[in-house]
């Protein structure tokens, strides 16, 4: 029996059974669906794609897997080259991983390692409000999400501050001396609620950090590689670990990656085994995920992504934003995102399987209607999303 995620398993509906799909769309042999959301925001260039095909095709045909501890092959070696150059500012060192909340559990026991390695006792960590990391134990600890985690004991070592930055600065004037790290999802919390913070919180947490010595852990594994706008938010505010998943590869199978700038790659380096960071997920750098995120990557720069994004948030901001309806309390749109929040989550019951009979697959959840749309969508694709999303309220 499949147990199937965030889903009560005795009363959950009988999920879409799909048999193919290409381009945008999902196939269930009865309907053609606009994926609005990218199978979980990672299918950024869509499905069946020719050259991530042959990437991944190519490699297989090599050998499709090795392990990294006392190997290493051409895949990864490529890749990290190709980071070097690509990733902003020092974050020029890789820790590899096989999804996107094992990067981050590596980026925090970076941290927490980071300062026990320098003998500083530092235990908390500093986290947004709304924040949502993953579901694993460390990373539901840094989460501040009860619709996923309402399970499991808050961990009394982490701090959560909302995206206002005099809450921030007393935060740090209280606790600056005890915080390892401060782990922010930039500019966009996903499964928070498609919430939509200013650069400037970004720019005064960077600030603070340098003041109390705090290194600051950037999770994009959502909002990498395009999604707020920006190629990375760090490119714009540089952090101390940067953390990638979900359109790494394309969306075509799970790979993470930790990037650490040389500062924090220096504390573990040295003549004591003890120093040594000790993490090796059995995938790491696998060589099909490798060369998938090196075609990927190309892609994206040869394609000028970022104008295709640019165009979707102008329709997106065209079709919605001025949108009105009383159930709806927001409508926000960032990049190749955008949310209507409504006030009462039981106004959107119902809408999945409207949304299926309007040819667009969708997955509301708690008060948010929203898409994360493949950045290959056309307008009219990416209207009809919209359309439906307004039809949903006019029924």
């Known amino acids: 029996m499949?147990?199937?995620?965030?889903?009560?398993?005795?009363?959950?509906?009988?999920?879409?059974?799909?048999?193919?799909?290409?381009?945008?769309?999902?196939?269930?042999?009865?309907?053609?669906?606009?994926?609005?959301?990218?199978?979980?925001?990672?299918?950024?260039?869509?499905?069946?794609?020719?050259?991530?095909?042959?990437?991944?095709?190519?490699?297989?045909?090599?050998?499709?897997?090795?392990?990294?501890?006392?190997?290493?092959?051409?895949?990864?070696?490529?890749?990290?080259?190709?980071?070097?150059?690509?990733?902003?500012?020092?974050?020029?060192?890789?820790?590899?991983?096989?999804?996107?909340?094992?990067?981050?559990?590596?980026?925090?026991?970076?941290?927490?390692?980071?300062?026990?390695?320098?003998?500083?006792?530092?235990?908390?960590?500093?986290?947004?409000?709304?924040a949502y990391h993953g579901d694993t134990f460390m990373t539901m600890a840094v989460g501040d999400d009860e619709d996923y985690h309402s399970a499991f004991p808050k961990n009394p070592d982490v701090i959560h501050v909302p995206t206002d930055i005099p809450e921030l600065e007393r935060v740090f004037r209280e606790h600056g001396g005890e915080l390892a790290c401060f782990i922010v999802e930039p500019l966009l919390q996903g499964a928070g609620g498609l919430r939509m913070y200013d650069v400037s919180f970004l720019e005064k947490a960077r600030e603070l950090c340098d003041m109390h010595d705090v290194l600051l852990v950037f999770d994009e594994v959502a909002t990498g590689f395009g999604r707020t706008g920006n190629r990375f938010v760090s490119d714009l505010v540089l952090p101390d670990i940067l953390v990638l998943g979900k359109a790494l590869t394309g969306g075509y199978i799970g790979h993470a990656l930790t990037a650490a700038n040389k500062r924090v790659f220096d504390g573990f380096y040295g003549d004591s085994k003890s120093l040594a960071f000790m993490h090796g997920p059995t995938f790491m750098a696998n060589p099909v995920a490798c060369s998938l995120a090196l075609k990927s990557i190309e892609i994206f720069e040869r394609d000028n992504y970022l104008s295709k994004i640019k165009r979707i948030e102008e329709i997106a901001k065209r079709e919605l934003l001025s949108f009105h309806d009383d159930r709806i309390a927001d409508i926000r749109v960032m990049g190749g995102a955008f949310c209507i929040e409504v006030k009462d989550g039981k106004s959107l019951e119902g809408f999945v399987d409207f949304a299926y009979n309007h040819g667009v697959f969708a997955r509301p959840f708690v008060r948010y209607m929203y898409g994360m749309v493949p950045y290959i969508i056309t307008e009219d694709e990416l209207v009809r999303i919209t359309d439906t999303m307004k039809a949903w309220f006019r029924k």
């Open 2 to 130: 499949i147990w199937y995620p965030y889903a009560q398993m005795k009363n959950m509906k009988t999920p879409y059974r799909i048999v193919d799909a290409e381009g945008v769309y999902l196939k269930t042999g009865e309907k053609n669906l606009i994926d609005s959301i990218s199978s979980w925001w990672c299918m950024i260039h869509g499905y069946k794609n020719r050259e991530l095909n042959e990437a991944m095709k190519s490699q297989i045909d090599r050998f499709s897997h090795c392990m990294l501890a006392g190997l290493s092959h051409d895949p990864v070696e490529r890749l990290s080259e190709k980071l070097e150059s690509y990733l902003p500012g020092d974050l020029n060192h890789f820790f590899f991983s096989d999804s996107g909340s094992v990067g981050v559990e590596v980026a925090l026991k970076m941290a927490m390692q980071f300062n026990r390695n320098r003998g500083a006792d530092r235990r908390k960590i500093l986290a947004l409000k709304n």
